[in-house]
């Protein structure tokens, strides 16, 4: 997770418990969504692409940093 999110939790959020085996009232919720124009088949697409470009940046940026410690490290030696 991005530190960024971490801290805005941190900062703000809160937990209410943990969603029922049963999904709860995620179809109704799903329905309401449909009727008012929210296509969740490609809202969910867009949120797997946008999560998986920062998890990747993410990721790029860490090695990236590991191999720049590492060069200085070596050149501390």
């Known amino acids: ?9 941190a900062d703000h ?9 049963d999904g709860g009232d995620a179809e109704a919720i799903l329905t309401e969504f449909a009727q008012l124009g929210v296509d969740d088949a490609a809202l969910a697409a ?3 692409r946008e999560g998986t470009q920062s998890f990747d940046k993410s990721w790029t940026d860490l090695l990236q940093s590991i191999a720049a410690k590492t060069i200085m ?3 501390k030696s």
Do not use: C
């Open 13 to 21: 959020g809160a937990l209410h418990g943990i969603l029922p085996a």
């Open 73 to 75: 490290l070596k050149a």
């Open 46 to 48: 867009q949120l797997q």
């Open 1 to 9: 997770m991005p530190e960024k999110t971490l801290n805005a939790f």
